[in-house]
């Protein structure tokens, strides 16, 4: 029976959401996607990973089915990057995966072929983020040209959150669709246990800040930030799986009194533990000083380098200033050096930024990173509405990835005020999937409009329960609805509590339609 | 005791806001602000309407002291409409009060003087809605030199909502901050008594849709929706106080087939009420026809005009067509009339629209309506987010405005599943006050960024209190802050427990502060 039929109850409503996959030619190269079935028969479909799903038991480890690791002692290095694979010409099962993953379908007619996904990495316009010791991640492509992406943060502090509450907020993350996962953990006695967890149930690339945990290994004590124990920290985390790292390597010590004249200083956490090991010991930013070594590190792995912008504006007042440029700039030369070492990078943008600046930043990033993909927090478009800052960094998000920004890092409501709880999370999550989507609208994806096109549809024959089953939160769409209908109105009553019963502008669109069309 | 002492309780934290009031020269000009007073001794003025305050009793009748209207038997006439006194250079006393309102000052180094708003007034790129017969009104300005103003709908429907509830809407939306309030309500009993309790109540321009009453006069019967009965309409609610009038007169019938062409077709109401009489009766829209008859009304009484979209898009796929565009052009044609007769007006918008066409949908109002005031519901930016479509239209709206859009109707969570309950009005008025206040900061209008710039330095000293106080919602922000603060913390910890108490950036500062400033 249709969930559309007189008979369905919105009490007993549930989405008819199947999960299918596509092959692709390679080995390995199954790529799964939720299918989202309508009464009148329309099937949309979206992208997913395997996570949710398996994650109860132990995830398939499909990247060593890719072949482009081996085996090196206790763990796995990658043959080569992703990067040196496909500047040789080189499609790995990888870049078709993402290709069918990008395209929603396999053949001839794919929106993004294989060929397109290795060229963007080839460029460097791309990247591919996938730790040989993480098999467990399912490839997915972050760049301009493909579908925005979305990240969320999660992590215990010593304050607050724990092991198992970190571990339902990552699945959270994924039943509402990150495309990747920070762990920002720092403070908690088993870093490396928690960490490990987290990437045994993670099917998306996880990232984390090095420093963090490098600081706690110094027991919280700037003065014993040596470069060993960062660079060890590093190598640690690289052999555990970790996908992407966020080095705050572009902050040198020439661009401090500019931050130092700010509103609001800094506010990146990994950025001012950077700074305060400069201050202290009077030297350079230890990750600039020895990048080469952690291009070596990030090279034997595949890990990607997410370049951190410890100078990013915390404050409307400070954006656009020259710490926060000068920080780009030094990026963009890390960026060359990335490129010549053949590791997969991109570049972390602000931040607090008025409206009218957000465009500006986008271009800056790729004139002086040379379009390497660009990952920005918001930005948040004005300071003055701690509890609904989801809603004032979608808005900036929303902008910078329409004009080209290739991921967004989610805001929950309790930006400014506390770390999120679960409810957060899934608020932060549907406002960046819903932002991410606008911006896909907005650059003209292929594709990108089916499910727009398809809730128009709904939305015109009154097909309630396929508008919710469209909606990026089903239930709660359905909920609402449900709980402000008359009680003695049918469901499938062809009007809704806005307009009531007696005129609605929906059902004249019948006759306009029988009217008008020939 | 400073809120910010070490003894301050955050269970019984309160803003400290007093309102205050700036005279002006003129006659009945004293314009009231809300002062936020922070620790430190600081003061922000923000805007603000003497309604919340007296609500329950009866509003002060402001309007009867300015001397633009006159007793004409049981009602009053305007003398002369805004539009007409600045055309012949006069400044009245609402231009004076609406100059110090915008500036937040009086005195030479204002911002916004009276001379000002008369020029925007007399080039019609300005309006100044204020009904005769609703004196208890507080002048305010729509237009793209000001900062962006908000509207909250409100109004019962027959399904839903009463009469005491609509009040309490009222009474929350003038809490936070509504701009103006459109009352749609339709479908009851007493239309008449409902609005004049609410134009009692209201101390902010009042609008309304008359087609809705039309409709309920012709007993729901589209046949028996008459000119003559329209007429009668748009009389007794001009002498009843409306202050502006929703009319669907550019949606003209050589349009209907571009209608009928669309995805959804028609979905504004009031347009579809237009389309369906023009439909039935083969006739051309009355409003449309008999314009010249409109205008005479609201001259009488300085009602002002909003031209409604009765053809906005409610999709993506229908944004941006022939019918929408086809409709602004009418309008344009219908604005030339409106100056003309000496009648205040503005330009109703989208709707549905991509992020990418945002600008344009401005651009081309600008041109074709000669830069009357325009006033958009959003635009959403994509159609797939049912119960976060306050999130999508605020997205949309802050880009418009950004670009010039003078006023936004907000949107609620509730949009396109249910009409609002009380929690919807206030998470959409919240939602739109930031991306109007966004939009101001992406204007550079004059101090605009006051507030911001406090809060940057509140949050540089740990100032939580003033944070909150500085905050669109400040219960709210408190409420997220205390509830995840471990019990065992001071309050006025230099910490949150976002990074615990280990390693904090804002704390950095300090030393960044001390080392490199001179």
Known sequence: MSQNSPAADPKTYRPDIRRVSIRGERDGVEVPFDELNLSNGEKILVNAVSGPQNIQGALPKIGKRFGTSEPSGEVRRCKKTQLEYAREGTITPQMEYVAIRESGKNGPDMAFTPQTVMQELA??????????????????????????????????????????????????????????????????????????????????????????????????????????????????????????????????????????????GIVSRGGSV?????????????????????????????????????????????????????????????????????????????????????????????????????????????????????ITSAIGGTAIAAYGAAMLCYVTPSEHLALPEEDDVKEGLITYRLAAHAADLAKGLPGARARDDAMARARAEFRWFDQFTLSLDPMHACEVWRSRMPENCSHTAAFCSMCGPRFCPIRLNRELTQKYSH
């Not at 591919?128 to 098999?135: D, E, G, I, S, W």
């Not at 590190?297 to 400070?318: E, Q, T």
């Not at 602000?350 to 986008?362: A, D, L, Q, S, W």
Request: aromatic content about 6%; overall charge negative; hydrophobic content about 40%.
């Open 123 to 264: 460029s460097g316009h791309a990247a591919l983020p996938c730790n040989a010791n993480h098999p467990e991640c399912e490839p997915m492509i972050i760049g301009s040209r493909f579908s925005c992406k979305v990240n969320a943060n999660i992590g215990a502090s010593s304050v607050s959150s724990g092991f198992s509450e970190e571990l339902k907020k990552l699945r959270l993350a994924l039943r509402h669709g990150a495309d990747t996962v920070m762990d920002l953990s720092t403070g908690i006695e088993d870093l490396t246990g928690l960490r490990n967890a987290m990437l045994r149930a993670s099917p998306v690339p996880l990232g984390t800040v090095p420093a963090y945990e490098a600081l706690d290994r110094a027991e919280g004590k700037i003065d014993n930030l040596t470069w060993e124990l960062f660079r060890d920290t590093v190598i640690s985390q690289a052999r555990q799986g970790v996908d992407y790292f966020t080095i705050h390597a572009g902050l040198t010590a020439d661009l401090l009194p500019y931050a130092a004249s700010r509103s609001l």
């Open 274 to 390: 950077m700074a305060a090991a400069m201050m202290r010991r009077g030297e350079e930013n230890l990750a600039w000083e020895h990048f080469d070594e952690l291009l070596e590190i990030c090279h034997d792995y595949d890990v990607a380098l997410s370049l951190g912008d410890g100078l990013r504006p915390g404050c409307i007042a400070d954006a656009c200033d020259k710490a926060q440029y000068g920080e780009l700039a030094n990026i963009g030369k890390l960026i060359e050096r990335c490129r010549k070492a053949g590791v997969q990078a991109f570049v972390e943008g602000p931040g607090h930024v008025p409206f009218n600046r957000v465009e500006e930043n986008e271009r800056l990033e790729e004139i002086l990173c040379d379009r390497a993909p660009f990952y920005t927090l918001g930005p948040l478009v004005t300071d003055i509405a701690p509890g609904y800052d989801h």
